[in-house]
């Protein structure tokens, strides 16, 4: 029995790595055998994968990554170019729904990833990376904070002139990675604790705020608790959440994830919630998971397991619920883009349209080659900032192609990274998210209200 209180300190032993020829694997939750003998090598999902479809590897194909996983099971031990092709995976899913086998690959690359965490010894520069990135990312505090230097930044035109200049990515590449990626900065209020239905009260549901979400677009947390009133529902939102551990359960620091994952579970069962709503697709993928991530932990798996059962994205409630809040017409077109955690990692692609084509006068056009990733895929794009831009530019340019005037997706990585393409690409087109299109139809508010161009704030 593995303990069950470990993921908050440090791994059982291989924090510096296996000793030379020693198996890629350790016996704590290796990729698990079963679920890679599913794959009988058709080949069906190399095309929707995007690292197949950038560099035509067979490693860098799912079929090729699972290959990789059998071979570590066999004892192979863990080689750089393993953890070369393992790291580049965007973790998508849209192999998972290519896949006419049914193959869990969503469970063999976190597993994998969290060996390669444990036993891979990184080389100093991409290890500060990533420390500085984890010891960021998934604590909505910190990143708060960072709002308050980012706003002077991007108020004192600052920003306007280091744009201009062109220096920064050849300076620092991260950096300009993440600088292109901020959203415009505005002063939200911090959500209420506490809203009630409007009308009849049909569900009592508590929102996860995020960690990007809550600091970069507190406006979708907002209008996310008014469509969920509008629509009878009594809306709790529980302080002090923090992060739910999809970055770092997507990225194999499998203990840092567990133990955000546990407090989650801590802070709404004491809400006394009959469902959690997300509006964040890669959050809901990985709380969904929960019941996977805690299958160890004697304390929590049986709750882990009554907690994912309570979680929705915001699209897949609204469409259980059905609508009672009148829509006001929004004369717009929309390109409708399907966030891959979403789409692929929870199935969910008919509700957020059916939500859409509720609303009288939108008009929702389709997106070229929507399986394929826009490249964003949590921190993908910090750690690999030449394809992300690559399949970034991409998705704007069938994004453009639509000739939409606003992009709607469920998903803030997806918002940011579309949204600098669209900018490199010196297109035009404004972005919203799902919440808030449903938001601006039901208050009557007129469509300039989502009409910013994404291109507008530099
Ligand atoms: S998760 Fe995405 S990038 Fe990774 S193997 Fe599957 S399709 Fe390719
Ligand atoms: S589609 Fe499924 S079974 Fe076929 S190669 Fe890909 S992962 Fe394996």
């Not at 597993?111 to 500085?132: F, K, N, S």
């Not at 620092?172 to 009260?201: D, I």
Request: hydrophobic letters at 40%; proline letters at 9%; charged letters at 20%.
């Amino acid at each position: 029995m593995v303990d069950a209180t470990w993921g908050t300190g440090p791994a059982p032993r291989d924090v510096l790595g296996p000793v030379a020829g020693e198996p890629a694997f350790d016996g704590h939750r290796p990729p698990r055998r079963e679920l890679v003998d599913d794959c009988v090598h058709c080949g069906f999902c190399l095309t929707t994968c995007p690292t197949y479809v950038l560099w035509g590897e067979e490693m860098d194909s799912p079929r090729g990554r699972i290959y990789l996983m059998k071979q570590g099971l066999d004892g192979e031990p863990m080689s750089d170019a393993m953890v070369q092709h393992v790291d580049a995976c965007l973790g998508c899913m849209a192999c998972v729904t290519a896949c006419p086998s049914g193959v869990r690959y969503d469970r063999l690359i976190e597993d994998t990833r969290a060996q390669v965490e444990r036993r891979h010894p990184r080389p100093p520069r991409q290890r500060l990376l990533r420390e500085a990135i984890f010891a960021l990312f998934p604590y909505p505090r910190r990143l708060r904070l960072l709002r308050v230097p980012l706003r002077a930044y991007q108020a004192t035109g600052l920003q306007r002139l280091v744009t201009r200049s062109g220096l920064l990515p050849r300076l620092a590449p991260t950096l300009a990675t993440l600088e292109s990626l901020a959203p415009p900065l505005t002063r939200v209020p911090r959500p209420p604790r506490r809203v009630p239905a409007r009308g009849p009260r049909r569900a009592v549901v508590g929102v996860l705020t995020g960690c990007v979400q809550g600091a970069f677009f507190p406006d979708v947390n907002a209008a996310t608790i008014r469509v969920l009133a509008a629509e009878g529902c009594d809306v709790v939102v529980p302080p002090a959440q923090g992060c739910c551990g999809a970055l770092s359960a997507h990225n194999g620091r499998d203990g840092q994830a567990r133990g955000f994952a546990r407090r989650l579970i801590d802070r709404f069962e004491r809400a006394g919630v009959e469902r959690v709503v997300v509006n964040a697709a890669g959050c809901g993928s990985s709380m969904k998971e929960y019941a996977d991530l805690l299958r160890d932990d004697p304390r929590y798996a049986g709750r882990a397991a009554t907690f994912a059962a309570k979680v929705r994205d915001l699209s897949e409630l609204l469409v259980e619920l059905g609508p009672v809040a009148p829509r006001h017409p929004l004369p717009v077109t929309v390109a409708y883009h399907d966030a891959c955690h979403l789409a692929h990692a929870q199935g969910i692609r008919a509700q957020p349209r059916a939500l859409l084509d509720g609303i009288p006068e939108l008009d929702v056009r389709e997106i070229a080659d929507p399986e394929i990733c826009c490249g964003s895929a949590g921190v993908w794009n910090v750690l690999n900032p030449g394809p992300a831009a690559e399949l970034g530019d991409r998705k704007a340019a069938d994004v453009l192609a639509t000739g939409a005037q606003l992009l709607v997706t469920a998903n803030p990585g997806c918002l940011m990274q579309v949204a600098a393409s669209v900018r490199r690409l010196g297109g035009e087109i404004a972005l919203a998210h799902t919440a808030r299109v449903l938001d601006a139809s039901i208050r009557g508010l007129p469509v300039t209200a989502l009409l910013q161009p994404a291109s507008s704030s530099r």
